[in-house]
């Protein structure tokens, strides 16, 4: 048996083949008829490890790139896809139309496979999908207020809904400040709706104004001429 050759015990340890040497007549790397990896691959070695070392063939450009460089497929014989991530990419940015009108058609027909895949996959991935939705919640503070009323709306089934970039024009009208007390509304301002749904308020656009958050807690869901006059309006 041939010796091992410098630094190449750690993949025996593991139980790999050696990587194979295959060099067709022009000099090129031969990446095999079946799954164009160009060395022996064995289905219990690491990924990482095999990250490293392996290369394979894109059937789309061409090109023989590091595995690391296409997306898994656990359907495929060596679990990569046959095209690399740039190639894909390129793929789908070309027929995005196509492709979501094709997969909107498959979810239309197929409810229940579709169910059943999104429920394995949230899952498999619950950590990063509650970590990507904390920092989506913290970055989209203005589309949140605007996705928690509609929502409330919705539960009381009075109808109506906010429209996008209600929080924005909404504070240029009202300069920064509070349509309660007048101070500026800072970075923690609440929508507020003028009449609340509690009393027979719309979800509606014209039904909204920007309150300071204790000015708000304060109103909570009084009238609004009730909640001004005790503050020593007179209306």
Known sequence: MEPAREGESRWFQHGA??????????GG?????????????????????????YMKKCKKCGETKPIAEFSKDAKAR????SSCKACAAAYYVAN??????????????????????????????SVKLKSAAAKWWEANA?????????????????????????SERLFKLQRG?????????????????????????VNADTNMQLLRQSCNNQKYAKHPVDFMQSRGFLL
């Open 78 to 81: 060596d679990g990569m896809q």
């Open 142 to 166: 203005d589309k949140r207020r605007i996705y928690e009323h509609n929502r409330r709306a919705s539960k009381r089934e009075v109808g109506g809904k906010l429209s996008k970039g209600l």
């Open 96 to 125: 995005r139309e196509k492709l979501r009108s094709a997969n909107a058609k498959w979810q239309a027909e197929n409810p229940k496979k579709r169910g059943v895949s999104i429920a394995k996959y949230r899952a498999a991935n």
């Open 177 to 201: 400040k509070c349509a309660c007390c007048g101070l500026p509304l800072g970075d923690d301002y609440h929508l507020d709706h003028i009449m609340p749904l509690a009393l027979g308020g």
């Open 17 to 26: 083949a050696r990587p194979v040497d295959r060099t067709d007549a022009r």
């Open 29 to 53: 790397v031969n990446a095999g008829p079946e799954t164009g990896v160009t060395t022996a691959r064995v289905p219990h070695q690491p990924y990482e490890m095999a990250t490293e070392r």
